[in-house]
C-alpha cells in the first residue's frame, strides 16, 4: 500500500542551526514527490517538488530536500533555521490515482 | 486573485445538526479536494473531483456528500453532525495538467466543532 511516513513528531532547533526533516515513502512506481509547510492558523503551503531530473531541488525561503530512490526518502533540509520557520511540515507524494498522499507531519520549534 | 477561498473560517454545530461548507477557487482549476486534518494523523482526503459534475470518495467519505455543480465551487455537506467529525476542513484545488495536477493549492481552512 501507498505511504508516507515522517519519523520526527517533533523537533527543535535552535535559531542559526541547520536542519533536515525526514521523509519515506512507499510507493511502486516513480512519485510525484512534495513538501509543504503549515504555518499555525493556515493553510498548507508548497515549498518545493521533485518530478524528475536533478534529485536536489531547491525551494522557497531557502529550503531544499534530496530525492534518494535508493532509500525511498524525500528529506528536506536548510542550513540555517530562522525563527518564522518554526511551523508544521508535511510531506507528500503524487500517486497515478490523482491523489496525493500526506506524511503525519512535523512539528519545527526554534528556539530564540 | 483570491486563489482558493473557504466559507466560514469557524462553525460550531450540534450533534445532529447539517451544515455546508463552500470552497471556491479563481485559478480555473479542473481538479478540487477536501481534507480533514486531525492531529498526528496529517491530512486524510474526504471526497475530491475530477472537474465539473464529477465527485469521487476519498480515504475517509463516510457521513460527508460533495458536489461540484459549477467548476469553480466545490460543496462539502454534513447531514447529520457527529463530534468525530470536528476537525480542521481544507479545501484544496490542482490544475489538470499530468504531473503539475499533484500539486495542491490549499485554502485557510475551516475549524468545526460538533459538541
Known amino acids: 500500500a501507498q505511504s508516507v511516513t515522517q519519523p520526527d513528531i517533533h523537533i527543535t532547533v535552535s535559531e542559526g542551526a541547520s536542519l533536515e526533516l525526514r521523509c519515506n515513502y512507499s510507493?511502486?512506481?516513480?512519485?510525484?514527490l512534495f513538501w509543504y509547510v503549515q504555518s499555525p492558523g493556515q493553510g498548507l503551503q508548497l515549498l518545493l517538488k521533485y518530478f524528475s531530473g536533478d534529485t536536489l531541488v531547491q525551494g522557497i525561503k531557502g529550503f531544499e530536500a534530496e530525492f534518494k530512490r535508493s532509500q525511498s526518502s524525500f528529506n528536506l533540509r536548510k542550513p540555517s533555521v530562522h525563527w518564522s520557520d518554526a511551523a508544521e511540515y508535511f510531506c507528500a507524494v503524487g500517486t497515478s490515482y490523482d491523489k496525493v498522499i500526506f506524511g503525519p507531519g512535523t512539528s519545527l520549534s526554534v528556539i530564540p | 486573485n483570491a486563489g482558493v477561498t473557504q466559507t466560514p473560517k469557524f462553525r460550531v454545530l450540534k450533534t445532529g445538526q447539517s451544515m455546508t461548507l463552500l470552497c471556491a477557487q479563481d485559478?480555473?482549476?479542473?481538479?478540487m479536494y477536501w481534507y480533514r486534518q486531525d492531529p498526528g494523523m496529517g491530512l486524510r482526503l474526504i471526497h475530491y473531483?475530477?472537474?465539473?459534475?464529477?465527485?469521487a470518495k476519498g480515504e475517509v467519505p463516510d457521513g460527508y456528500n460533495v458536489s461540484r455543480l459549477k467548476k469553480q465551487n466545490f460543496l462539502l455537506g454534513l447531514e447529520s453532525a457527529a463530534p468525530s467529525q470536528t476537525s480542521v476542513y481544507f479545501c484544496?484545488?490542482?490544475?489538470?495538467?499530468?504531473?503539475?495536477?499533484?500539486?495542491?493549492?490549499f485554502g485557510p481552512g475551516t475549524r468545526l466543532t460538533v459538541t
Open positions: 473531483s475530477v472537474g465539473e459534475g464529477t465527485t
Open positions: 510507493y511502486g512506481a516513480t512519485p510525484y
Open positions: 485559478m480555473n482549476h479542473e481538479y
Open positions: 484544496a484545488s490542482s490544475p489538470q495538467v499530468a504531473g503539475v495536477r499533484y500539486e495542491q493549492y
